[in-house]
């Protein structure tokens, strides 16, 4: 840590901010334990229509994704008989999910015409935090795993034809925070602030 923060910058970018931004999501996954993943199947949804706004602990309001059952090729399920497509409005604009609270993105199963891929962008706080692989599509379905271990709030899904792929048994696991760990977690960042605060007084009057 005393390493990072002496390679800091002393002016321009506000430091503090910059250290919290890139700092604060790793934090917060090591500090907090994570419960049992959950399984996003989509076959517990009765009828066919658009995926409930707070469906599975997810904040599915601001998408577009409409779910549904029966065979279709190559639209194929991974698992039970329903799956969630963006349909012919969709776009990555209106393909984001959020987290009701932050956790980790594990990956989901997408099948479709071959010749569309599909790709995830994963966000933290309005910032993009990781991305994964593309994933290039057939009426088998594949899984797309995150590749990235660490707090996510915010997915959203880029294709090359959105309107030509279904995704299905998206799995994640959400942080349940620890109040002492959670606490030493931000303690930590707290004195690096500070520590940072201390060398840019001491740079500004050795200046002055």
């Known amino acids: ?7 800091l910058p002393l002016a321009g970018v506000p430091v503090v901010r910059l250290l ?6 790793l934090m917060l996954a090591a500090a907090a334990p994570f419960a049992a993943a959950t399984v996003v199947t989509f076959d517990d949804l009765g009828s066919d229509g658009l ?3 707070d469906y599975a602990g997810l904040d599915w309001s601001a998408s577009s994704w409409f779910q549904y059952a029966g065979e279709q090729a190559p639209y194929t399920p991974h698992s039970g008989d329903r799956r969630a497509t963006l349909g012919f409005d969709g776009s990555s604009a209106t393909s ?3 987290f009701l ?8 199963w997408f099948a479709g015409f071959q010749g569309v891929d599909v790709a995830v962008d994963m966000y933290f706080g309005g910032s993009l935090v990781a991305s994964t692989s593309t ?3 057939s009426d088998t379905p594949a899984f797309l795993s995150s590749g990235y271990a660490g707090l ?7 294709s090359n034809d959105p309107a030509f792929f279904v995704m299905d048994d998206l ?6 925070p620890e109040p002492a760990s959670g606490a030493l977690a931000l303690g930590g960042l707290a004195v690096a602030a500070l520590v940072i605060r201390r060398r840019q007084a001491a740079a500004s009057t050795a200046n002055a």
Do not use: E, W
């Open 96 to 98: 984001a999910i959020g």
């Open 171 to 176: 799995t994640f696991a959400a942080a349940v």
């Open 1 to 7: 840590m005393r390493k990072l923060i002496a390679r």
């Open 152 to 158: 996510v709030d915010r997915l959203v899904f880029r």
């Open 20 to 25: 919290s931004r890139a700092c604060l999501p």
């Open 101 to 108: 609270s932050p956790s980790t993105f594990q990956g989901a």
């Open 135 to 137: 994933l290039g599509l």
């Open 51 to 53: 995926v409930p706004a």
